[in-house]
Nanobody
Framework: QVQLVESGGGLVQAGGSLRLSCTTS????????MGWFRQAPGKEREFVAA????????TYADSVKGRITISRDNAKNQVYLQMNSLKAEDTAVYYC???????????????????????WGQGTQVTVSS
């Protein structure tokens, strides 16, 4: 079992920055890949970014490339999402997720599909005011 708790969400003006954190417990953190997803009001949850178990490989949705960076600290059992140049359309609940089959990393789909992730946090709200 893996528990995930997100933090760092809040209200920010367009153009501003936020850093989300996700703290995990349970299985050894370095055993699994991690991802961030988001769900805007009235929309389906969508992929944002993912990072391999070692942190050496990252993947981003096209909509956030160049503005958002995912990173992890295996010593602290944490994964982060640094979000810069925020836009109103970034407003959503942000979820972190753990992917136990860390070696299933070859394709974009294996990194970005919700069904590939085994554990989820409760989410943290990010609101960007325009």
């Amino acid at each position: 079992q893996v528990q995930l708790v997100e933090s760092g969400g809040g209200l920010v003006q367009a153009g501003g920055s936020l850093r989300l954190s996700c703290t995990t417990s349970g299985r050894p953190f370095s055993n699994y890949a991690m991802g961030w997803f988001r769900q805007a009001p009235g929309k389906e949850r969508e992929f944002v970014a993912a990072i391999s178990w070692s942190g050496s490989s990252t993947t981003y949705a096209d909509s956030v490339k160049g503005r958002i960076t995912i990173s992890r600290d295996n010593a602290k059992n944490q994964v982060y999402l640094q979000m810069n140049s925020l836009k109103a359309e970034d407003t959503a609940v942000y979820y972190c997720a753990a992917k136990l089959s860390a070696r299933d990393w070859a394709t974009y789909g294996s990194r970005s599909m919700e069904s590939k992730y085994d554990y989820w946090g409760q989410g943290t709200q990010v609101t960007v005011s325009s």
